[in-house]
C-alpha cells in the first residue's frame, strides 16, 4: 500500500470513530494527494553551447534513435524549454511569443491562458516529424533595434553583448519567450520536470528565469565543457544565479556540476591511463573554481553518450560517464522526494496523534464521571434519581447557555485571523513594497539609488511578516485566556498550541533579496534603465515574494484553523455526553435492573477507547517510518 493510501485510510478510520475534527482529516487528504502530485524541477543550466540540449537529448530522447531537441552548432535554444508530462493534454509543443515581454504580466500567468501559445502536435512515432517540431526553440526573428532594446536584447552600455545588426540594421532575437514540451516518458510521469535554458545572456535579461524558475528547481545541473574549461563568463553564471547563497544553504536543493565534451581528451595518441589523469585534473580544477568537492563533478560526454545509446554500444555508453551521471541524479531526484514525503507526512501523523490523544482522553474523562455518579446511586430510591436527572438538566442549561459566549469568541477569532492573512495576502495585485520599487526604477536618474530602493522593499516585505507575527501572538493570547476560562467552566481540556513562528518566512525573504542584489547593483544599471526589464525584474521577485507571503499566511490560517477545530469538538462530546446521561437516568428509572446494565456499557466504553488508544499508537508506528520511495526507473526511455 502507498503512504497516499495509507493517510486515506487513515483519514476515514479517524471520521468513522470521530476521532478528528474537520482539519485534520482534510490535512491528511491534501497531504496524500500532494504526495501523488508533486512535481520536481530539474534545470539544466549553463552557457551557451556546453551541451545542455545535447545531454537532455542522451537522457530522455536516445530511445527515439535521433536527436530530438536541437543541439549542434548554429542550431540552438533560443527560449527556456520544460519538458513534462500532462496526462490531460495531447503530447505538443507550447510556444508562448516574445512580445509578450512588452507586457506587464508575467509568465506564471502567462501560463494559465492558453490562447497566447501558438500549439504545434507531437508525434510520438515518428521522430523526424518530433525533432521538427521541436526545432521552433531555436527559431529567430529579424527586428528593429529599437523592438531589441524592448525585448531586452540590445543596450547601447554593453554593445559587445548585441546581437550583430544585418546588413539592413535589423537583428535577431529569439522568436519565442518560453516553449512547453508535453511528453510521455517514465521520469517525467513521475512529476519531474526538465527545464533547458539558453546562455547567460538570455538568463540575466530574463529575471524571471533566475528569481522564480530558476529558484524553484529542486536540482539544478550545471554544465562545463571540457574544451572550453571554466570560462568568466561560466563562473559569473555560476556565482550569480546558483551557487548557494553564503549562509543560506537551500535545504535540500542539489547543485549537480557536468563536465562536458570530456571526449575532446580522448585523444589517440595518449594512453588510457592518460586520458584518465587529464579528465581527472580537469574535474578537480573545475570543482576547486566553484567551491565544491570534486565528487559533485561528472565527467561526461553526452555526445557519446547519446550514440552509444542509438548503436548498443555499451562500451562508449560505459566510456561517456551517462551511466553514472543517471544514477546520482536520479538519488537526488530520489532522496529529495524522499525528505518531502517524510516531513510532510509527519507533521500530519503528530497533529493526527494530537487531537486524537486529546478526544480519547475527553472521552474517557466523561466515561469516568458517569461510572462514578451511577455507582453513588446505588441502593438510592426513586427520589434521589429524580433529583439527578433535574441536576443533569440544570448543568445542561448552563451550558447551552455559555455557547453563546463561546461563538462571540469564534467570531472575534475569526475577524483576527482574517486580518493576519490579509496582511500577508494583500490584495493580489503587486505586493505594496514592489509597486513602490518599480516607480522608483521608473524615475529616470534614479539607478545609482536602485540599491537603496530594492534594500527598502525587502525590508517593507519582512517588517509586514513581522506584523503578521504580532498579530498571531495576539491569538494565541487572546485563545490562551478564553480557553482558561472555558476550561476552568466546563471542565474542558483545551490548549492552544503555540503560534507558528514565521522565522523561516523572514530568511527566506532575506536569501531571495541577498541572491538577487546584483540585479540591482551598478553593474546592472544599463539593464535597469530600461523600463520593460525594470518592470520585469520587480515583477518577478514580487511573485517569488508573494509565494513566501502566500505560505506564511497558509501557516497562519492553519495553525489559527486548527487550534479553534478542538472547540467544536468538545461542544459536541459534551452535548452527547448530556444526552447520554439522561438517558441513563430514564432507563435506571424504568427498571431496576438498568442500573447494572448501564454500568457494564460503561465498562464496555472503557475498553472500547483503551483499544482505539492503541490503534491511534499503531498508525502512527505504521506513517513513522513510510515505505522507501521507490527507485526511479533508469533514463532509457520507453518508445511511446
Ligand atoms: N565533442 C562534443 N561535443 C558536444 C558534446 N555535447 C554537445 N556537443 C556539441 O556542442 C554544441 C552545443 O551543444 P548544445 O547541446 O546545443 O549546447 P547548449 O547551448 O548548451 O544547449 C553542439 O554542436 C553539440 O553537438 C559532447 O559531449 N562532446
Ligand atoms: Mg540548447
Redo the contacts with the bound molecule.
Keep these: 500500500m502507498t503512504t497516499a493510501q495509507r493517510l486515506r485510510e487513515l483519514a476515514a478510520w479517524l471520521t468513522r470513530h470521530d476521532l478528528a475534527d474537520g482539519s485534520v482529516a482534510s490535512r491528511l487528504e491534501q497531504t496524500a494527494e500532494g504526495l501523488g502530485r508533486d512535481r520536481l524541477m530539474v534545470a539544466f543550466v549553463?552557457?551557451?553551447?556546453?551541451?545542455?540540449?545535447?545531454?537532455?537529448?542522451a537522457l530522455f530522447f536516445a530511445g527515439h534513435g535521433r536527436r530530438i531537441?536541437?543541439?549542434?552548432?548554429g542550431?540552438?535554444?533560443m527560449c527556456p524549454t520544460e519538458l513534462a508530462f500532462d496526462p490531460d493534454l495531447l503530447p505538443s509543443v507550447r510556444l508562448l511569443p516574445i512580445e509578450t515581454r512588452l507586457e506587464a504580466r508575467p509568465l506564471a500567468e502567462w501560463r494559465s491562458a492558453p490562447e497566447a501559445w501558438t500549439h504545434l502536435p507531437l508525434d510520438l512515432g515518428n521522430a523526424d516529424q518530433m525533432a521538427r517540431m521541436l526545432e521552433t526553440v531555436a527559431q529567430v526573428r529579424r527586428v528593429s533595434q529599437a523592438t531589441a532594446r524592448a525585448l531586452g536584447f540590445w543596450s547601447e552600455e554593453l554593445a559587445e553583448e548585441n546581437p550583430v545588426p544585418g546588413a539592413d540594421g535589423l537583428v535577431e532575437v529569439p522568436m519565442w519567450r518560453h516553449a512547453l514540451v508535453n511528453i510521455d516518458h517514465p521520469l517525467l510521469r513521475r512529476g519531474l520536470v526538465v527545464l533547458?535554458t539558453?546562455?547567460l545572456n538570455a538568463i540575466g535579461a530574463e529575471p524571471e528565469l533566475t528569481v522564480n524558475l530558476l529558484a524553484e528547481a529542486h536540482a539544478t545541473v550545471f554544465?562545463l565543457?571540457a574544451?572550453a574549461g571554466v570560462t568568466r563568463s561560466d563562473l559569473a553564471l555560476w556565482r550569480d544565479h546558483l551557487a548557494p547563497a553564503e549562509g543560506s544553504p537551500e535545504a535540500g536543493h542539489s547543485h549537480l556540476v557536468v563536465l562536458?565534451?570530456?571526449?575532446?581528451l580522448w585523444d589517440q595518441l595518449s594512453t588510457p591511463q592518460q586520458i584518465q589523469e587529464q579528465t581527472e585534473r580537469q574535474r578537480a580544477g573545475s570543482a576547486a573554481l566553484l567551491g565544491l568537492p570534486p565528487g559533485r563533478v561528472i565527467p561526461?560526454?553526452?555526445?557519446?553518450?547519446l550514440l552509444a545509446r542509438i548503436k548498443g554500444d555499451d562500451a562508449l555508453l560505459h566510456a561517456?560517464g551517462l551511466p553514472l551521471l543517471e544514477e546520482m541524479l536520479a538519488c537526488d531526484i530520489v532522496e529529495r522526494r524522499h525528505a518531502i514525503l517524510h516531513a510532510a507526512v509527519t507533521a500530519g501523523v503528530a497533529r493526527m496523534r494530537v487531537e486524537a490523544a486529546r478526544l480519547l482522553t475527553m472521552r474517557r474523562r466523561e466515561v469516568d464521571d458517569q461510572m462514578l455518579e451511577l455507582r453513588g446511586l446505588r441502593g438510592k430510591n426513586a427520589n434521589v434519581i429524580a433529583g439527578m436527572r433535574l441536576r443533569v438538566e440544570q448543568e445542561q442549561r448552563e451550558f447551552d447557555a455559555s455557547e453563546k459566549r463561546i461563538q462571540a469568541l469564534r467570531a472575534v477569532h475569526q475577524r483576527m485571523r482574517h486580518e493576519a492573512a490579509l496582511l500577508l495576502r494583500g490584495n493580489g495585485d503587486l505586493p505594496r513594497e514592489f509597486a513602490v520599487l518599480l516607480q522608483a526604477l521608473e524615475r529616470p536618474g534614479l539607478k545609482l539609488g536602485a540599491r537603496r530602493a530594492y534594500d527598502e522593499a525587502f525590508a517593507g516585505v519582512t517588517a509586514r511578516i513581522a506584523q503578521a507575527q504580532d498579530a498571531a501572538r495576539e491569538i494565541q493570547a487572546m485563545l490562551e485566556a478564553s480557553f482558561r476560562q472555558l476550561n476552568a467552566e466546563h471542565a474542558f481540556s483545551l490548549q492552544v498550541a503555540p503560534a507558528p513562528s514565521l522565522g523561516p518566512q523572514v530568511r527566506e525573504i532575506e536569501s531571495v533579496a541577498q541572491s538577487h542584489a546584483h540585479h540591482a547593483g551598478l553593474g546592472n544599471a544599463f539593464r535597469l534603465s530600461q523600463p520593460q526589464f525594470a518592470g520585469r525584474l520587480v515583477r518577478a521577485l514580487a511573485s517569488r515574494v508573494q509565494v513566501v507571503l502566500d505560505d506564511a499566511a497558509a501557516e497562519l490560517e492553519n495553525w489559527s484553523r486548527a487550534v479553534a477545530a478542538p472547540v467544536d469538538a468538545q461542544l459536541r462530546e459534551r452535548r452527547q455526553g448530556f444526552v447520554r446521561r439522561l438517558e441513563a437516568i430514564d432507563r435506571i428509572q424504568q427498571a431496576a435492573s438498568g442500573l447494572g446494565e448501564r454500568v457494564a456499557e460503561l465498562e464496555a466504553q472503557t475498553a472500547e477507547l483503551t483499544e482505539l488508544e492503541a490503534q491511534v499508537q499503531a498508525w502512527v508506528q505504521l506513517l513513522a517510518t513510510p515505505p522507501a520511495v521507490p527507485a526511479l526507473p533508469p533514463a532509457e526511455p520507453a518508445l511511446a
Excluded: Y
Excluded at 260 to 264: E, G, L, R, T
Design positions: 549553463a552557457e551557451f553551447s556546453r551541451g545542455k540540449s545535447e545531454l537532455i537529448n531537441v536541437p543541439a549542434s552548432a542550431r540552438t535554444t533547458d539558453p546562455g554544465l565543457a574544451d562536458n565534451k570530456v571526449d575532446v561526461v560526454s553526452a555526445q557519446k553518450g561517456s
